[in-house]
């Protein structure tokens, strides 16, 4: 008897230690309530001091919450799950019968009466060895319940995995293709909760070879490889300082971005150039862009910022994809960085975009708009009738309903070109309707709204005197090789400053375009069996690309969710994962 008693003290004495080495305790295991183990698992139930419980009932006793015991027997640290908390007036202990209770009255002393907490044991981890294993065992009476403050063992109790995404702990890559929604009001830090996330992208070999690709319609993310600045006015600074320190191995700011930038014909009317060209109009809109986006932000923090070099450069294809490559230094003081920018014009050449997919470009058409427009340009195509630009399509659709309306007799509209006036004889062969024409007019000038069509420059030769829309499968497979691997931007924020349209409309005309671009191009490279990256697609502020509804716009929100659900369906077994950012469940499509 007196050898196990004195292998007991030690065990008792050895938990006590650990307890303390690893976290602070905060209860014991009941002696007046088993603790049981049975084929649905295990509880263990303990007591937390008056005196604990009120200065950190939130973390201790809250349900669902977690913390660890340090059973006697084993000396094993085991995480538990709090699953229920139960607190007992001082009357309640003496069990007195109602009747003997007199009239409520204020007694705080009522008050100072241990908390029964109730938790069911996880996963058991020895200090000795560092093995994990299942606890199922019983948990000891008197046994040390503690508030975990190892990270390590935190995250090794609680099962979490030991690489991939930081946030907080790590998310395994593989999670994002099952697709992720990050919830919170403005201000709870969602945007900084995602540049966080895209920043620990580049901590390991598996995670640097993962293209990020961010729909940001506020230009919140093109300062990622800015230095963060912080404000303590309303922290505690040490505590602020400390968790920054902990995180600085597992979050790494990028070095340089690739920006889509996407560009309208009224940023080129504003070029006041002679002889513009797109090599001129390129560096001009680059480093107007870096002049416009990052000095203001050095002004207000006392930095200095320098353009050191502008290059323009082209990659052969079909058609080429062109690209401004900007260095610029950063001076924080006495330190500087150098920076290496990526900026790709985006728009589009209407001759370049199939009838499908200039369609599918605006989800406002009507379903018999859509099905007219499309025999139309079909029949276009196939007869080899040359229309140069979507200016060129709208003025014979304009001529068309003018000469529907006209009388047997009246005189004759404007004479167009033949290519045009093959339109004006094709409406009316088509037997298209008034006032579907009149919806395929209307969308056909929202598109022309957005100034993304057919952008020109004064002096361009034959086809390269517009821009054309880059191949978004280009940009893909040359991420890692001429891109770095850099974070891929879209900065709808340029988009809407330069855009006559609605602004809703057109960041979604150049989202939605670019998802389906990425998700087709993921579906032909399987296809071939070969093999691309994984590719992660941050959507923030959701809600103002699909929201849950919308007065007149319930066929454009089905359009949307259904393209979006099978890009979600499809792409989780193609290493394609989409992050949304948004308020509450409810702004989005559920």
């Known amino acids: 008897m007196n050898e196990i008693l004195k292998f007991l003290e030690e065990k008792i004495e050895k938990a006590y230690e650990i307890a303390k080495k690893y976290g602070v305790i905060i209860g014991w295991v009941s002696r007046t309530s088993p603790s049981n183990i049975s084929e649905e698992g295990g509880l263990v139930i303990f007591d937390v001091e008056p005196a604990i419980y009120f200065r950190d009932f939130i973390n201790i006793a809250s349900a669902g919450s977690y913390l660890a015991v340090v059973d006697i027997k084993t000396n094993h640290i085991i995480s538990l799950r709090i699953v229920s908390v139960e607190r007992r007036d001082v009357l309640a202990e003496l069990d007195l019968p109602d009747v003997y209770v007199g009239t409520p009255s204020k007694e705080a002393s009522g008050l100072l009466t241990r908390t029964r907490v109730k938790a069911k044991p996880l996963l058991a981890y020895d200090p000795e060895n560092g093995e994990v ?13 503690i508030k975990l403050e190892n990270r390590e063992v935190i995250q090794k109790i609680l099962g979490l995995p030991e690489d991939g995404v930081f946030l907080g702990f790590y998310l395994p890559l593989k999670t994002f ?147 401004v490559e900007l260095n610029i230094k950063v001076k924080y003081g006495v330190e500087k960085e150098s920076y290496e920018l990526y900026i790709i014009p985006y728009g589009f050449r209407f001759t370049d975009v199939s009838p499908r997919e200039f369609i599918s470009l605006n989800p406002y058409f009507t379903r018999q708009a859509k099905d007219s ?25 304009r001529e068309a309903r003018y000469r529907l309306h006209e009388k047997p007799g009246s005189p004759r509209g404007v004479v167009l070109d033949p290519n045009k006036e093959y339109i004006v004889e094709l409406i009316k062969d088509l037997a298209i309707h008034k006032s579907t024409l009149e919806n395929i007019l209307r969308q056909i000038g929202s ?45 709808l924020e340029y988009l809407q400053e330069h855009s006559f349209a609605d602004p809703e409309k057109v960041i979604s005309i150049t989202a939605f375009r670019i998802l389906n671009k990425v998700f087709e191009w993921k579906l032909t490279r399987t296809r071939q069996r070969r093999t691309t990256q994984p590719v992660i697609i941050l959507i923030d502020e959701a809600h103002r690309f699909f929201p849950s509804k919308g007065g007149g716009r319930e066929e454009y929100i089905e359009h949307v969710s259904s393209m979006i659900d099978r890009i979600a369906r499809l792409g989780r077994a193609r290493r394609l994962g989409l992050v949304f950012s948004t308020h509450s469940p409810k702004d989005v499509h559920e």
């Open 177 to 323: 293709y099952q697709h992720v929604i990050v919830l919170g009001t403005t201000g709870s830090g969602k945007t900084t909760l995602l540049k966080n996330m895209i920043s620990s992208f580049g901590v390991n070999e598996e995670l640097n070879k993962t293209t990020i690709l961010v729909m940001d319609p506020n230009r919140d993310y093109v300062t990622l490889p800015l230095r963060p600045t912080w404000d303590f006015s309303t922290l505690n600074r040490e505590l602020e300082l400390k968790m920054i320190n902990n995180i600085n191995d597992r979050i790494n700011r990028p070095r340089g971005l690739t920006i889509i930038l996407p560009i309208t014909r009224y940023v080129l009317e504003n070029i006041k150039e002679d002889n513009l060209n797109w090599a001129r109009a390129l560096k001009s809109i680059a480093e107007d862009y870096i002049y416009s986006t990052y000095y203001s932000i050095a002004e207000r923090q006392s930095w200095n910022i320098e353009i050191e070099d502008t290059k323009i450069s082209e990659e052969p294809g079909n058609p080429p994809l062109r690209y």
């Open 447 to 491: 598109l022309i709204d957005t100034g993304l069509f057919d952008i020109r420059v004064p002096i361009g030769v034959g086809e390269d005197k517009y821009l054309h829309e880059p191949r978004i499968e280009d940009i893909m497979e040359n991420h890692h090789r001429i891109f770095k691997g850099y974070p891929i931007i879209v900065d």
């Open 133 to 145: 294993s299942i606890a199922n065992y019983v948990v000891e009476p008197q046994s040390p319940v």
């Open 373 to 397: 427009l499309s025999r139309l340009l079909n029949y276009l195509r196939t007869r080899n009738a040359y229309i140069e630009t979507i200016y060129d399509l709208y003025d014979a659709l």
